[in-house]
């Protein structure tokens, strides 16, 4: 596809022909999870009906087929965010398991008592919460990158957060409550300057922004394959080579081993190390297919897009009477997160559904953010490459009746 062409993008979708209370359905609920083309639909079907088999076991024709199969996907993951080996991705269950994964292996090897790992005011739980364990565990200490009004963060502040104790550096791409780009190569680069690797969680970020592990240096990335228009359940955590050959394997099991004996084991080496078990084998597979339908129209084509329509929605909402928008950082991605005076934001979701409009509301699994900004939770919309200026144009509409009927 050479230019972005939405009608054709939106008839991939089959879900955006179906209505809902009887009305066409407006998604706004991207950042939860994405829909699917049929792209990756048929892929699904295609693999259970084609080439159902176990991975990295059988001789036979189906265990190989569906073996090269999950192998191309790691090949094309590897392509997508330029990693420079394909042993250097891991496919996991999705983010969460991804920083679990490094909270896990590496926190558990190199944190100890009194350590520091310095996170973001604006994480998600699952970026919070395995340093917490760790913490309780190792008796480590979170130091928490602060932010401004605008959900920025306080650079100056991070780089006095570092002493000697610092051990890691964990946070997000893009906010998923606030829709801010961090700027990640300078807050890597600034680690780096004190010696401390960086995991960045780009759960928000690889469906919007082309990424490239080797001009970052990150040192670990993460993200979720359904959020990126593929399959749940699968996901990627890239590391570098040489933090991840010091690391122990995160589960015992089938795949992760060379040899078992009763005296003694030897482990698998990179990627298998870490791969435990039988893998979510058709979202494996499936999610080449969402980079795949991704690569065919281009990233920075989609992202130009997503801009235009974040710039328009962010300019229409601001007409409703009373929206509060939280989050205004300078560089922002697909999500604009507000509240009304005096209108809980649950019942702005409940009438919005009333009229076929998904959005998301509540504290986003940010509750540290709503804190931080004094409220319980926003509305949330999350854009993706299927909405339009239309769609735009019905949330509002929506959202004036909205406002109208609770005030
Ligand atoms: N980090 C961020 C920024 C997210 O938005 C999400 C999903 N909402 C996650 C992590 C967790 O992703 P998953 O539930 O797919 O593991």
Known sequence: METFDIQRVRADFP????????????????????????????????????????????????????????????????????????????????????????????????????????????????????????ADEKGCVLRIIPMNDRGELDIEAYNALFSERTKLVSFTYVS??????????????????????????????????????????????????????????????????????????????????KDVT?????????PFKFEAGTPNIEAGICLGDAIDYINSIGLDAIHAYEEELLAYASEKLATIEGIRFIGTAATKSSVISFVVDGIHPYDIGVILDKLGIAVRTGHHCAQPVMQAFGIPGTVRVSLALYNTKEEVDLLVAGLERAVRMLK
């Open 262 to 270: 009763f005296e003694k084991t030897t482990y698998n080496e990179l």
């Open 15 to 134: 879900i955006l022909g179906r209505e809902v209370n009887g009305k066409p359905l407006v998604y706004f609920d991207n950042g939860a999870t994405t829909q699917k083309p049929k792209q990756v639909i048929d892929a699904i079907v295609n693999y259970y009906a084609d080439m159902n088999s176990n991975v990295h076991r059988g001789v036979h024709y189906l265990s190989q087929i569906s073996t090269d199969a999950f192998e191309v996907t790691r090949r094309k993951v590897q392509s997508f965010i330029n990693a420079a080996h394909e042993h250097e991705v891991i496919i996991t269950k999705g983010t969460t398991e991804s920083i679990n994964i490094v909270a896990s292996c590496f926190g558990r090897t190199f944190i100890g008592e009194g350590d520091e790992i310095i996170i973001s005011a604006m994480e998600h739980h699952s970026n919070i919460v395995p340093w917490q364990m760790l």
């Open 176 to 257: 998923n409550s606030l829709g801010t780009i961090n700027p990640v190569k300078a807050m890597i680069d600034l680690a780096h300057q004190h010696g401390v690797p960086v995991l960045v969680d780009g759960a928000q970020a690889i469906q919007h922004i082309p990424v490239d592990v080797q001009a970052l240096d990150v040192d670990f990335f993460a993200f979720s394959g359904h959020k990126m228009y593929g399959p749940t359940g699968v996901g990627v955590l890239y590391g570098k080579e040489e933090l991840l050959n010091k690391m122990p394997p995160y589960q015992g099991g089938g795949d992760m081993i």
